[in-house]
């Protein structure tokens, strides 16, 4: 994939959303913070576009999100490790090798959007879920439902949710699974606001985020400019 491989930008310029080439430029090496990979692929941003479409139907929408989440769990496994065991093929022996399953957590809802296409790629993984939503008042993200493996402290896991808005939730999810003693964590999203990124970086400057694309801002409702709308919404035709 053509992707952008860079360490934290410590801001965002308006130049800087508008393509992964000059984003790429513009960021500040920092040794301490983990990587941004933006998987800027064209069949990542051809599937993406029809996503944006305000028409797209329901059915599409949950479709190139799967196959999307391939693309992007393709990316964000590559440092998976791996064990090896003897084979035998029809002709010789030889050696196969055995990735480590890790464990996806989708921040429900819109999290589930890209829980198949992970598991399409992974199908040995575990599956811990979080329930998180918005306190009206204060804006934080209360949870509400959290169920994981036994064994998570010792595994890969990799937290999805398609929009990377204001940050609060993949925050509080990431707290979350730390708190469980998991140390060795991901993050994977669709689309990302600078915002986002900024207070993921801040609270989670470890975690190296994967994205299909860094869009412009957040409105003033939290909702991701350009964007393509409240992703549970449009993924489970609730809107
Ligand atoms: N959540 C969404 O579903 N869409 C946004 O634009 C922001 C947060």
């Known amino acids: 994939f053509g992707r952008l491989n860079a360490a934290w930008p410590d801001s965002f310029s308006p130049l800087d959303r508008a393509e992964g080439a000059v984003c790429a430029a513009r960021m500040t090496a920092s040794p301490s913070s983990a ?3 933006v998987v800027d692929h064209p069949l990542v941003r051809h599937k993406l576009s029809i996503m944006r479409a305000r028409h797209t139907p329901t059915a599409e929408f949950r479709r190139l999100l799967r196959e999307i989440a391939v693309l992007l769990g393709y990316e964000a496994t590559r440092d998976l490790s791996v064990t090896e065991y003897p084979l035998e093929t029809p ?3 030889t050696t196969g090798v055995r990735v480590a399953a890790p464990v996806f ?4 809802r819109a999290g589930l959007g890209l829980l198949d296409g992970m598991l399409d790629l992974l199908p040995e993984a575990d599956v811990a879920h979080i329930g998180l939503y918005r306190d009206p008042e204060t804006l934080k993200a209360v949870e509400y439902y959290f169920r994981a493996p036994a064994d998570v402290a010792a595994r890969r896991c990799i937290v999805v949710d398609p929009m990377l808005a204001t940050g609060r939730s993949a925050v509080a999810a990431l707290d979350r699974l730390k708190g469980r003693g998991a140390a060795d964590l991901r993050f994977v999203c669709l689309l990302a606001a600078p915002e986002g990124l900024q207070r993921l970086r801040a609270a989670h400057p470890d975690v190296p985020i994967w994205t299909a694309a ?5 409105n003033e409702h939290s909702y991701i400019v350009p964007g393509l709308g409240d992703a549970g919404d449009r993924l489970f035709g609730t809107q």
């Not at 957590?105 to 429900?108: G, H, K, S």
């Not at 860094?214 to 957040?218: A, M, P, T």
């Open 35 to 37: 990587a941004l990979t």
């Open 91 to 93: 002709v010789a022996q």
């Open 105 to 108: 957590v989708p921040v429900l």
């Open 214 to 218: 860094v869009d412009e801002r957040l």
